[in-house]
């Protein structure tokens, strides 16, 4: 049964600084893994999708890495701004239309 | 605008009375999800489509029906909803090879 987690649970960090958040995913044979941003109270938001046969996905300030073999993912944030506060939440996809797997997230803070 | 809308946001009701939470998409996605968010338990699937007239049960459908007879439609129904189905809901779609869009929630407290 695949299992999805995410460390660490919980980040802050001052603003400017680079970070690093990261996925694992105990099952190799995946389709796709997807990042979200949540804020609280409010639906999720996604930033990247990284299908099987890519590496890496970059959106702005945002690139996200995918290692299949080793069952991890990254995202990382450059120049982190307080507005990057929120949960981060990785999923994985074993086929294009099967059950999607979330990790629990990792609640993020950026002080200014 | 492309989006997933659902209905309502906020919901308050007694235990077992029926309910039914809408969720559509204008995307024309083949793929629909339901999941449930808990504090502690993070975001769980309850049952997902992969078309019209097909649903298939994920971590957690004890309790819930959902049905897809049309395309841009795929209810979430609590026929007898209990206190532990209180909970924030929210409703997905994609197409092959996209990423999930997702609703604003439902907040389903059941007393």
């Known amino acids: 049964k695949q299992e999805v987690t995410q460390i660490p649970a919980a980040l802050s960090v001052p603003e400017g600084e680079n970070l690093v958040l990261n996925c694992s995913f105990t099952?190799?044979?995946?389709?796709?893994l997807q990042w979200f941003r949540q804020d609280p109270g409010k639906g999720l938001t996604s930033l990247l999708l990284?299908?099987?046969?890519?590496r890496e996905q970059t959106s702005g300030r945002l690139n996200a890495s995918l290692d299949k073999s080793s069952g991890r993912s990254t995202l990382y944030i450059a120049a982190s701004q307080p507005g990057d506060s929120a949960t981060y939440l990785c999923?994985?996809?074993?086929?294009?239309?099967?059950?999607?797997?979330f990790g629990p997230g990792t609640s993020l803070s950026v002080i200014p | 605008e492309a989006q997933v809308t659902q209905n309502p946001r906020y919901l308050i009701t007694v235990t077992g009375k029926k309910l039914t939470v809408t969720c559509s998409q204008n995307m024309n996605h083949e793929y629909m999800s339901w999941y449930r968010q808990d504090p502690g338990l993070g975001l769980r699937q309850i049952y997902y489509?992969?078309?019209?007239?097909?649903?298939d049960k994920g971590d957690v459908p004890e309790g819930y029906k959902v049905s897809r007879k049309e395309k841009r439609n795929f209810p979430l129904i609590l026929e007898s909803p209990s206190p532990n189905q209180t909970s924030l809901y929210f409703c997905?779609?994609?197409?092959?090879?996209?990423?999930?869009?997702f609703g604003n929630g439902t907040r389903l407290t059941v007393t």
């Open positions: 099952d190799s044979a995946i389709y796709n």
């Open positions: 999923a994985v996809r074993k086929t294009s239309y099967d059950k999607v797997i």
């Open positions: 489509s992969m078309n019209v007239e097909v649903t």
């Open positions: 997905a779609s994609s197409a092959i090879n996209s990423p999930l869009h």
């Open positions: 990284i299908q099987s046969s890519q």
